[in-house]
């Protein structure tokens, strides 16, 4: 189940969001109504961010093998003229 709760929460009920977010499922934090952030346990976000490490490290071995350096206008400009239709 989704976990909606008010920012205070986190001062006045920080064991429960703990348990929560140890359980895996996330705990979205709301302010005046609107949601400002969420909540993981570590576990949780390094899944989430894993494949994104594993690029940067083989970006990093490439980047060891040779002195080539792109800009941004170059990868970027590349990437969006291939996907330009």
Excluded at 18 to 42: D, F, H, R, W
Aim: charged fraction near 30%.
């Amino acid at each position: 189940m989704v976990q909606i709760r008010p920012i205070s929460d986190l001062r006045n009920k920080f064991t429960e969001i703990e348990k929560t977010v140890q359980s895996g499922a996330p705990v979205y934090l709301t302010k005046n109504g609107y949601g400002t952030m969420v909540v993981l346990s570590i576990e949780a976000y390094s899944r989430l961010i894993e494949s994104e490490e594993h690029i940067m490290d083989v970006a990093d071995e490439a980047a060891k093998s040779t002195n080539k350096r792109l800009t941004h206008d170059q990868v970027f400009g590349s990437i969006r003229s291939k996907t330009k239709k």
